[in-house]
């Protein structure tokens, strides 16, 4: 027989559980929205294993090569969860240490002088010379108007650094770690991503677009005149013209337009691969719970005040897809068992392609095998 005071303290136990799980703050407000019904592992996204088997190429003391690409002296350069940016032999052999951010580095890009443009999630926008100094270009759009998180980066030949801040409301430090900050907004739904363009001829930032749900990859269309640009939480990809100025992509009568639509899963880093293809990293599969719950706000809003290890995070499945300007999926390349987990994207040089991570130990290449992609 269960004795009346353990009986009132469960009571009270489970009275307070579900109080803290409905009502305590958390500074997130979600908002409603509908997401169309995925479209699985199947079509052009049907199941395969051609990246199970890619080789790894360790990067101790470091991890998560977020962003692969290779520099003006031929080598591989990466970014490492510790700071690190280390560049490497195009066959994964001698690596070495390029610089120390002091924070975490998702994307960059090299201007005409072989600096590395660098978005840095906790420090800014940042310049790292060939011999490894670093210095700040800029983390403010005024004096009033703050940079709060950049992702990922693209210079274009006349010098402007095109970039991406994944949210302007959740700040990695305060928030936690990138990929808490991720969860954040993409829960949330409000569209606090934005793209933006720095001039470093007139030390100028200004806003291209707003409104994006965790804006994330980005790239130089083929025009010289447009960006495709990844929004991770809408599972689409846009393109934006260079041209637009605080653009609200959540408004209708824009110039821009998505090229990809209702992805499988959540896409990432974006690159240029050969004979007019790109690449985006699918790093996580999409939950169907997740989607269930997007037209309930209060229900999210619920689901943050959880343990991390208890939300409906899916499984790690290694994905990641070729595409062209049209939208049309050129190749899709997929481990479903996840061996290597968390891919961000994909760097194609010369039928070699170099796979990303956020979280990995090591470098993924695997040499591109016939008939995987369109000559």
Do not use: C
């Amino acid at each position: 027989m269960i004795k009346k005071p353990l009986l009132t303290s469960a009571a009270l136990a489970l009275v307070a559980t579900v109080g803290y799980l409905l009502f305590w703050p958390t500074g997130v407000q979600p908002v409603a929205w509908q997401p169309q019904p995925s479209p699985g592992y199947s079509g052009p996204y049907a199941r395969n294993e051609r990246l199970a088997d890619l080789r790894q190429i360790p990067l101790a003391p470091g991890a998560g090569p977020e962003h692969v690409a290779q520099g003006p002296d031929g080598l591989m350069y990466t970014a490492l969860s510790n700071g690190h940016i280390v560049r490497l032999q195009p066959d994964g052999s001698h690596l070495e240490l390029v610089a120390d951010t002091g924070g975490r580095v998702l994307g960059f890009d090299f201007d005409g002088d072989g600096n590395i443009i660098a978005a840095d999630a906790y420090k800014g926008l940042l310049r790292v010379t060939p011999k490894g100094q670093v210095s700040l270009i800029t983390n403010r759009v005024s004096d009033t108007d703050a940079i709060v998180f950049v992702d990922a980066v693209a210079v274009a030949p006349d010098g402007r650094i095109y970039f991406t801040e994944a949210s302007h409301r959740f700040q990695p430090g305060p928030w936690g770690d990138p990929m808490a900050v991720s969860l954040a907004e993409i829960l949330e739904q409000r569209g606090n991503g934005r793209v933006l363009v720095h001039d470093p001829a007139t030390h100028t930032t200004e806003v291209i677009a707003t409104g994006l749900v965790f804006a994330n990859g980005i790239v130089l269309a083929s025009d010289g005149q447009s960006l495709l640009v990844a929004e991770t939480g809408r599972y689409r990809i846009w393109r934006i013209p260079i041209s637009a100025r605080q653009l609200d992509l959540r408004l209708p009568g824009h110039t821009a337009h998505v090229i990809l639509d209702n992805l499988p899963a959540f896409p990432d880093n974006l690159t240029k691969g050969e004979s007019g293809r790109y690449w985006v990293g699918l790093p996580k599969a999409r939950s169907a719970l997740a989607d269930a719950l997007a037209p309930w706000p209060f229900l999210r809003a619920a689901s943050f005040r959880l343990p991390h290890f208890l939300l409906p995070v899916p499984k790690p499945y290694g994905h990641a897809l070729a595409f062209n300007e049209q939208g049309q999926i050129l190749a899709d390349l997929q481990d479903p068992s996840g061996r290597y987990p968390e891919v961000t994207g994909i760097t194609e040089v010369k039928g070699t392609l170099y796979v990303h991570s956020l979280v990995a130990p090591a470098l993924g290449m695997v040499r591109a095998a016939a008939g995987w992609l369109p000559r």
